[in-house]
């Protein structure tokens, strides 16, 4: 039987489009890996959670483009005006705070810079962005978390404090945790960030909404999988594992092939690719889930769980069993509820 995931390096709240496995007989489920920074009352201090938010939000247009790097926003304001602004677009090019820093000019100069990760003191593919901030003579840095990366781990910010310049740290600092928690996990464990997500009928099916399209068909000695949601252009990013040899369409997918395909190969074969999460998606429940997601709980390979519940009732064979489950019961953490165009999504962590 072969089965097989298709992993894309996006971190984002979408749902993943692309991406299937399927066996010789039924498709069974589609894994897509997203592959992908940043408290306070008061006037000041209500100013200061705003421009937060702010960087926060210019982050975010980055999203599922910077893997392995966090996502970084960056704002430059000087007497309660914002004169710059800045995100990290992606791995390789300048920093937010380098862009921010551009785009304010001289009016950087004596101005608070608000950063959702601490800035980074070391030469990478870019100069650090402590030397960047300090050239251009802010007179502040707000920080909204320190980077868990060990080569950055509070440097940037005694570098700043060394060189004159005042730093707050800590400002949104849970809203600038979620942001990159899938960064923040991999630096400290090694590993994807993985991410559960189902989506059920109000009946509890779990409906096929993901890869809709998708179909793969036995040709020679290998099977053909065609994933008519992934573009060409997009093709080179994403991987299908697999555990049989499979060819893809579109051509340029890598195509990586598992003995067993279980969660922790996974987790390892997308941190050594860079990649910071992963999102398993169910399209259908079944037996090989079961084997596929053996350890989920007691290895704690997953970190969320999101389930997506649809205002229908859908026809059924027979009872329907949702295969990711474990010997313990608990309940799960920070749950969020959220109204998703009409669909209701609950969100929360192991
Ligand atoms: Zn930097």
Not at 73 to 79: A, Q
Not at 138 to 162: H, R
Not at 253 to 281: H, K, M, N, P, T
Not at 305 to 327: I, Y
Request: net charge neutral; glycine share 8%.
């Amino acid at each position: 039987m072969a089965s097989s995931l298709v992993s894309r390096p996006h971190l984002t709240q979408r749902p993943v489009r692309a991406a299937t496995l399927a066996s010789a007989t039924r498709p069974r489920l589609v894994a897509g890996a997203l592959g992908g920074r940043c408290q306070a009352q008061a006037a000041g201090d209500l100013d200061d959670a705003h421009y937060m938010r702010r960087c926060v939000e210019l982050a975010r247009k980055a999203a599922g483009h910077t893997s392995p790097n966090p996502m970084v926003g960056c704002v430059i304001v000087r007497d309660g005006r914002v004169v710059g602004e800045g995100f990290h677009p992606k791995a390789g090019q300048p920093h937010a705070e380098v862009f921010a820093l551009r785009d304010a000019g001289n009016l950087a100069e004596n101005a608070t810079a608000y950063v959702s990760l601490e800035p980074c003191n070391h030469y990478g593919r870019t100069p650090p962005c402590t030397e960047a901030l300090i050239n251009a003579k802010v007179k502040e840095v707000v920080v909204g978390m320190t980077d868990p990366n060990p080569i950055v781990a509070s440097k940037g910010i005694e570098k700043l404090q060394g060189a004159g310049i005042s730093v707050r740290v800590g400002v949104e600092e849970a809203l600038c945790r979620k942001l990159n928690e899938a960064y923040i996990h991999r630096m400290l464990t090694g590993k994807a960030f993985a991410t559960l997500r189902a989506t059920l009928s109000m009946n509890g099916i779990i409906t096929n909404q993901i890869g809709k399209g998708a179909d793969q068909s036995a040709q020679g000695e290998s099977s053909r999988l065609h994933i008519p949601s992934l573009s060409q252009e997009h093709a080179s990013r994403a991987i299908v594992l697999a555990d049989s040899p499979v060819t893809v369409e579109p051509a340029g997918v890598e195509v990586a092939v598992f003995r067993q395909i279980d969660l922790e190969s996974i987790l390892q074969l997308l941190a050594q690719r860079g990649l910071c999460s992963v999102l398993v998606d169910f399209r259908e429940a079944g037996e090989s889930f079961a084997s596929l997601l053996n350890d989920f709980q007691e290895d704690k390979l997953v970190q969320k769980v999101v389930v997506e519940v649809l205002p229908f009732w859908l026809a059924s064979d027979g009872l329907s069993n949702l295969a990711f489950g474990g010997s313990q019961s608990f309940p799960l953490k920070n749950l969020e509820l959220r109204d998703v165009n009409g669909s209701v999504l609950l969100e929360g962590y192991v």
